[in-house]
């Protein structure tokens, strides 16, 4: 009979919890269906007339005319529609001199609207090949590769076009070897906003006296890096909008003057907005409005059209910029045709445009759509396509009749009309999804569910795996699923990922073998499953109502994510949740302080922990001895209940200050959807004017860290000391980025790199140190037994010290135990001081306020010993999840927009993906890291406490992943059921689907967390 580890176990199901999330995400987000090769001008521009004979033929292929000789595309960053747009209520700066040009009916001007997510990549994808891109291009657009699509930019380059291009290097990364000349700008170094500029516009003087290029591309980033910076109600806007202005200007009037024998365009736009934090990605209408403005040095006289406020769709641009340059439209192209820039055409030609772009979006219809012809939009185009040969015939018969422009007019709204119809129809058929994937994924999620579920009722450190009797059984179930999977491989529903011979190999392998071996397992136990399954109300309904809190809130918070609602206000639950939790937790220490008799047991019921012995342990068997433990709890519980009668007034006194902090961290960040616009103590720290009090109240937070660290440290002076300086170099880190008040000339000659870097250093000794003197501790622990305890614990220790100082067994248990206490307390201590240094300025009060409330639980459940195992490991968890939504930039939330991009770059100079990678996930999953640390640490202490053996603590510990993964496993579960059945609601993309990317995230910091504790766990060397 095999026996295995079950720290061991854990870990392969935490890693096939993983694993099979990633195979449900390349199933989920899905592949476009894409008409292959380039568009041509070999097809007809005009409806063929059948019972026409003498219409001249020429005129239904002749090429339609390029209206433009010369266009430069200005894309500003991040660029709002109210930085530009007259008639928006706004608080914002706007350009000024762009705006009078609006008035004065000098353009023609849209609000542009971008689908999300609005990052850079898929929006220039967006804007060029005119197809929505997918999902999943928020990750790649970290990791940018050439675009073999058909578009406008590589339509340009066959036709021998000459392009120049300056900025924003993703659009070289797309189209390599396009461009004759060009200058990339790095995208991502966010730190940067004044030569990010710099470095487009020094290339003008030069480019605006050329006349050699057909299309000059100037992308401009600084105020997308401003905007993640500090925001969008910066001081810094102003003149960045103001110096953008001066560019168009200057483009404009070069355009007038020195291209007066060409035919010139300047069109300005940005890729996407800019929330009111500062950041994009989201769905917001700040993040999707952008202006679009065409500017022709024709128009300067008035000759404009007024400004109305109309929005069209971003991808509208693909097929406009095809037309206004005379290229085919791109063959996946879903925009249609601006039809106001299509003045400078005659009639015949407007319709020719409009029945170019129709035909190729019923091309693509044909490709997406099997009974396409059964389509509305289609009947639709068949109806404008019978009105456009009427036209045809009565302009050949009678070409001066005066009805042919009434007709035209008709023409061009069924027109208009069919191709709306038709891009919303092909907009929720062009993905595909791959059931097969997202299925096979499900199934194991429930099953490792199930499987961590029993791993709560394991009292041994080992568990049987494959017994006999079960053998034929897993044979069995083997076949089956290989049948299953070799039959749904060979049908239509056939999935790319999992049927190739790769996907065949590695991934369903990983998969056959979790559900085999937990289902078998499952099998084997379950007569003790049902058995445990009738008991489990029972013993429900017996546990204290904190207890039941915590479980049906874990329930509950999982059902809440069946609406699209909740998610987006996910925030308001586990607000509800913590402090309904902290408010019980609170009255327990209230009645445990003046009601003995009302006390629990100290950490663990005899259901949660049995005492064990090492010879148990190292034979895979836990003998209980209720003797042994009775005695032990019975002495917990004494010594406990005389530090509380000594403590009264302390704890309440705590107490108090806890839900004091709740309430304060509560209202320092508005986040969510519905209510993020509110004011919030955040809001008005980062008002310039108030940098005063934002350079105070970080000070007075930094010291009170510091005493935090002072007090929980348990390395004499040496990491308060390390602390010390860390803080004053992200003081004067800030103090460079002027985010707090100093020296004004200091702030002149640094960018707060150095400062950073410091700060860094000054990590990266705190963690030598630690782990320097964990491994030359054990020459020295008899004597520092004794010191530790007494730092740790005045008074009140004596029978800490007896019974750690009599015993040599629990004395050599102390050496381990001990260590690892101060270990994970010196890690927190430097997470502490990283997010000091990460997080935004006006959030460094949160990390006091997070600090002191883990504390004080820490502090009173010690004291008091009102929790169980079980509850003090939820409890933490469950303030981890709820701080990750009051951190952040402005309030995490389940919108991509929230992520602080900004982080991941302090301290740099280059682009350093990885290094990026782990900041910016530090930063985002800041508070939940920390809770996590703390919870280790809250487990080293009580051990500690409570004199626990190694085998008490490594039982601690398998609990403690067994919970985190249970807390992972079931939303991740029930969430990926949803989001298969509500994969074509209306708010897949902007509400489920950042929300699943969230998750994910999430998921792999618990499993690298888990596995860390796991290996920990494995070296925990047992008492002699």
């Given amino acids: 009979m095999l026996r295995i580890r079950v720290g061991l176990l854990l870990a392969f199901l935490v890693l096939a919890d993983l694993a099979a999330f990633v195979v449900f995400l390349n199933g989920f987000f899905p592949v476009k269906r894409s008409v292959l090769g380039y568009a041509d001008h070999s097809s007809r521009t005009e409806p063929e007339i059948i019972d026409l004979d003498d219409a001249p033929k020429a005129d239904r292929t002749l090429q339609l005319p390029r209206i433009y000789d010369k266009v430069v595309l200005i894309l500003i960053d991040a660029l709002r529609a109210d930085f530009v747009l007259p008639g928006v209520e ?33 929006r220039i994808k967006a804007m060029t090949t005119g197809s929505i891109p997918g999902f999943i291009d928020v990750v790649m657009n970290f990791n940018t590769q050439s675009l073999q699509e058909d578009n406008i930019i590589s339509q340009l380059h066959r036709l021998g076009q000459k392009i120049v291009f300056y900025g924003d290097d993703t659009w070289m990364k797309l189209y390599p070897e396009h461009f004759v000349r060009t200058d990339g700008t790095t995208s991502f170094f966010v730190t940067d906003y004044t030569e990010v500029d710099y470095n487009v516009t020094r290339h003008l003087s030069n480019e605006l006296i050329r006349h050699d290029w057909d299309l000059l591309i100037l992308h401009y980033l600084g105020l997308d890096h401003i905007g993640h910076l500090a925001g969008p109600y910066s001081p810094l806007i102003k003149p960045k909008l103001q110096e953008m202005d001066t560019v168009i200007k200057r483009v ?39 202006p679009l403005i065409f500017l022709d040095p024709q128009w300067l006289g008035g000759k404009g059209q007024v400004y109305t406020g109309q929005t069209v769709d971003q991808i509208d641009m693909a097929a406009t910029l095809a037309l206004l340059l005379g290229v085919p439209i791109p063959q996946n192209n879903l925009g249609t045709i601006i039809v106001p820039m299509l003045n400078e055409l005659d009639s015949r030609d407007k319709l020719r445009a409009l029945y170019s772009n129709a035909k190729q979006l019923l091309m693509v219809m044909q490709e997406n759509v099997r009974d396409y012809k059964r389509e509305p939009s289609y009947h639709q185009l068949q109806r404008a396509q019978q009105s456009h040969i009427s036209w045809i015939k009565t302009y050949i018969s009678n070409p001066n009749s005066a009805v042919l422009n009434q007709l035209c007019v008709k023409v061009i709204q069924q027109y208009v009309m069919a191709m709306t119809a038709i891009r919303e129809k092909l907009s929720g058929m062009l993905l595909y999804y791959d059931i097969h994937a997202m299925t096979a994924a499900i199934i194991v999620f429930f099953v490792v569910l199930l499987a961590l579920v029993q791993f709560l009722n394991i009292d041994s450190g080992r568990v049987e795996l494959f017994p006999s009797k079960v053998l034929v059984i897993s044979t069995v179930l083997a076949i089956v699923i290989i049948f299953v999977h070799l039959s749904i491989c060979t049908s239509q529903m056939a999935s790319s990922s999992l049927c190739s011979i790769r996907g065949s190999l590695v991934i369903m392998f990983f998969i056959i073998v979790s559900i085999i071996g937990t289902s ?56 509800f949740l913590t402090v309904s939790l902290h408010i019980i937790y609170i009255w327990k220490v209230y009645t445990c302080v003046y009601s003995i008799t009302d006390c629990h047991d100290i950490r663990e019921d005899t259901s949660d922990m049995a005492y064990v012995t090492d010879a148990d342990i190292k034979g895979g068997i836990y003998l209980n001895s209720d003797m042994m433990l009775k005695l032990s709890e019975r002495k917990e519980k004494l010594h406990s209940h005389k530090r509380i009668q000594d403590n009264k007034i302390l704890m309440l006194l705590y107490s108090i200050a806890f839900l004091i902090l709740c309430r304060l961290a509560r209202a320092w960040n508005q986040t969510g959807d519905k209510w993020a616009h509110l004011p919030d103590i955040g809001d008005w720290l980062i008002c310039p004017e108030n940098i005063n009090v934002l350079s105070l109240v970080a000070a007075i937070s930094m010291i009170s860290t510091f005493l935090h660290v002072y007090i929980s440290s348990r390395s004499h002076l040496a990491i308060p000391a390390l602390f010390i300086l860390g803080s004053a170099g992200v003081y004067c880190f800030r103090t460079a980025n002027r985010s ?3 020296l004004s000339h200091y702030e002149m000659v640094s960018k707060g790199v150095f400062e950073a870097r410091c700060v860094y250093t000054v990590l990266v000794l705190m963690l030598c140190y630690t782990f320097y003197k964990s491994l030359s501790s054990g020459h020295h622990d008899n004597q520092n037994v004794s010191h530790h305890f007494t730092k740790d614990h005045p008074p009140d220790t004596n029978y800490d010290q007896q019974y750690f100082s009599t015993d040599p067994y629990n004395k050599d248990a102390s050496r381990v135990v001990l260590t690892l206490r101060n270990i994970w307390a010196d890690i927190q201590s430097a997470w502490i001081l990283l997010m000091l240094l990460i997080l935004r300025p ?102 500690v406490e409570q004199s626990w053996t190694t085998s008490r603590l490594k039982q601690a510990l398998l609990k403690l992943m067994t919970v985190l993964a249970i807390c992972r496993a079931l939303p991740i579960a029930v969430y990926s059921v949803l989001v298969t059945a509500e994969r074509y609601h209306l708010f897949v993309w902007t509400v489920f689907s950042p929300k699943l990317l969230y998750e994910g995230m999430n998921t792999v910091i618990v499993t690298v967390f888990i596995l860390l504790v796991a290996v920990i766990e494995r070296h925990i060397p047992l008492s002699e």
């Fill in 842 to 943: 006006h959030n460094i009060a949160l990390v006091a306020i997070v600090t002191w409330q883990e504390y004080i639980i820490r502090h009173i459940t010690r004291k008091t010993l009102v929790l169980n195992l079980m509850e003090v490991i939820l409890m933490y968890i469950l303030d981890g999840t709820s701080w990750f939504l009051l951190s952040g930039q402005s309030g995490n939330s389940n919108s991509i927009s929230t992520v602080d991009v900004s982080a991941g770059y302090i301290g740099l100079e280059s682009y350093n993906p990885v290094i990026i990678t782990f900041l910016m996930a530090a930063s985002t999953y800041a508070m939940p890291v920390y809770w996590l640390i703390s919870a280790v640490r809250i487990i080293c202490d009580i051990a």
């Fill in 520 to 575: 078998v397992w499952l099998i084997s136990n379950g007569f003790e499953i049902f058995r445990k399954c009738r008991l489990l109300p029972v013993m429900f309904f017996k546990t204290d109502i904190l207890h039941k809190l915590l479980v049906c809130g874990t329930m509950c918070h999982t059902i809440t994510l069946l609406s699209s609602s909740f998610v987006e206000e996910e925030h308001q639950t586990w607000y």
């Fill in 740 to 742: 707090f008040l100093g």
């Fill in 90 to 122: 706004t608080d914002v700066q706007q350009m000024e001199y762009v705006k009078n040009l609006i008035v004065m009916n000098k353009t023609l001007s849209y609000t542009a609207r971008a689908h999300p997510p609005t990052v850079t990549l898929p």
């Fill in 252 to 290: 404009l009037e070069a355009l007038a003057t020195e291209y007066s024998d060409d035919r010139c365009l300047l069109l300005l736009c940005g890729d996407h907005g800019m929330s009111d934090q500062g950041s994009h990605g989201g769905s917001s209408l700040v993040e999707t409005a952008t």
